[in-house]
């Protein structure tokens, strides 16, 4: 699965959240216009708040979604670490996006945009719309990324509790200990609050 050609071309807007001088987080809908195999490319204005908070701030959290509704939702999410790469860009980028020539529409008026890398990125794929519910991490860094999950240790006796309460039923039961299929699991935490020995744990 190539996350970043589908949050590119499939679902291409997403919600951004930087911090401002404050330590505050703010959100603001950016496309993400272009993409290569270990990062995105976005651009804004110099004179928007947003490009303030970037370089006060290189880190950023996104979330972008695709589906008419819940249960048909693809959603992903990427925390990263963006770098300002200048205007070279800005035509390359207006190429693969055409709608931007009616909103900057001027060789005059793209003087104001630069375009941004986001590297450094991990993410996390969720997909309502399959049954069971998939989940997936990714990584695009140069060191090892680590994601939690969910795990039963060997002092499990067995007893289905976590099974039982489970909404996706994503527990293999037929071995001891069990085992939670963390690419079906909704991170609830039903398994940890009803076993009775305690040997569930999120790691």
Not at 14 to 36: F, V
Not at 46 to 71: C, V
Not at 127 to 135: A, E, H, M, T, W
Request: a neutral charge; proline letters at 3%.
């Amino acid at each position: 699965m190539n996350y970043l050609k589908f949050l590119v071309e499939e679902m291409h807007t997403s919600i951004i959240a930087s911090l401002n001088e404050k330590g505050h987080p703010i959100t603001c809908a950016i496309d993400l216009m272009d993409y290569d195999s270990h990062h995105l490319y976005f651009l804004t204005a110099r004179g928007k708040n947003f490009y303030q908070r970037l370089k006060s701030n290189p880190r950023i959290s996104l979330t972008a979604l695709k589906g008419e509704s819940t249960l048909s939702c693809t959603a992903m999410t990427i925390q990263g670490e963006v770098i300002e790469i200048g205007n070279e860009r800005v035509i390359d980028l207006f190429n693969k996006n055409t709608y931007m020539y009616d909103i900057y529409p001027t060789k005059e008026s793209r003087n104001a945009l630069t375009v941004f890398q986001i590297n450094e990125m991990t993410g996390e794929w969720f997909d309502l719309s399959q049954k069971p519910i998939q989940r997936a991490n990714f990584s695009f860094t140069k060191e090892s990324s680590t994601h939690e999950r969910y795990f039963v240790k060997d002092n499990c006796i067995g007893c289905h509790q976590c099974f039982n309460n489970c909404p996706q039923h994503c527990i293999d039961i037929s071995q001891l200990p069990v085992v939670i299929k963390n690419e079906n699991c909704l991170h609830c935490g039903n398994c940890i609050n009803v076993c009775p020995v305690k040997a569930v744990i999120k790691i």
